[in-house]
C-alpha cells in the first residue's frame, strides 16, 4: 500500500512539473502581423526567447522559406550541408538554449533582412 501511494504521489509531482514547463513556453509569430518576410532581420531584439519556446514563421510558401543554419551560414547567408530547410509556409520550431540562426535561402532574400539569430535561455 505505500508503495502504491509513493508511486501515485511521484507520478503526480512529474505531471505537475511538465505542466507548469509547458505552459511557460511562450509562441512567438516571426515578424509579428508583417510575417516572415524582408526587412525582418531586428525583429528578434529585445525579446525574452526561452528553451521550448516556439518560433512560427508564416510566410508564402512559393516565394520564401525558412533555413535554420549556424552561425556561419547566417553571417553569409548561405544554408550549408548541415542546415535544415522548412517550407510549409507555417512552420513552427522550437527553441533550444543557446543561440539559434535562420535565414531565406531564396536568392537576395537574405541579404534584404530576411534572416534572425536568436539567443534561447
Known amino acids: 500500500m505505500a508503495r502504491s501511494v509513493c508511486a501515485a504521489v511521484l507520478g503526480l509531482a512529474v505531471?505537475?512539473?511538465?505542466?507548469?514547463t509547458l505552459a511557460?513556453?511562450?509562441?512567438w509569430t516571426v515578424g509579428d502581423a508583417k510575417g516572415w518576410s524582408f526587412g525582418v532581420a531586428g525583429?528578434?531584439?529585445g525579446k525574452?526567447?526561452?528553451a521550448g519556446d516556439v518560433l512560427d514563421f508564416k510566410y508564402d510558401a512559393q516565394m520564401h522559406n525558412v533555413v535554420q543554419v549556424d552561425q556561419?551560414?547566417?553571417n553569409a547567408c548561405a544554408a550549408g550541408a548541415g542546415s535544415k530547410t522548412f517550407s510549409?509556409?507555417?512552420d513552427k520550431i522550437a527553441l533550444a538554449a543557446g543561440k539559434s540562426f535562420?535565414?531565406?535561402s531564396f536568392p537576395?532574400?537574405?541579404?534584404?533582412?530576411?534572416?534572425i539569430a536568436v539567443t534561447a535561455k
Open 102 to 104: 535562420f535565414i531565406c
Open 24 to 27: 511557460t513556453a511562450a509562441e
Open 88 to 90: 510549409s509556409g507555417d
Open 72 to 74: 556561419a551560414g547566417y
Open 43 to 45: 525583429w528578434e531584439n
Open 15 to 20: 505531471a505537475v512539473c511538465c505542466t507548469a
Open 48 to 50: 525574452p526567447f526561452s
Open 108 to 115: 537576395g532574400h537574405c541579404a534584404a533582412g530576411m534572416k
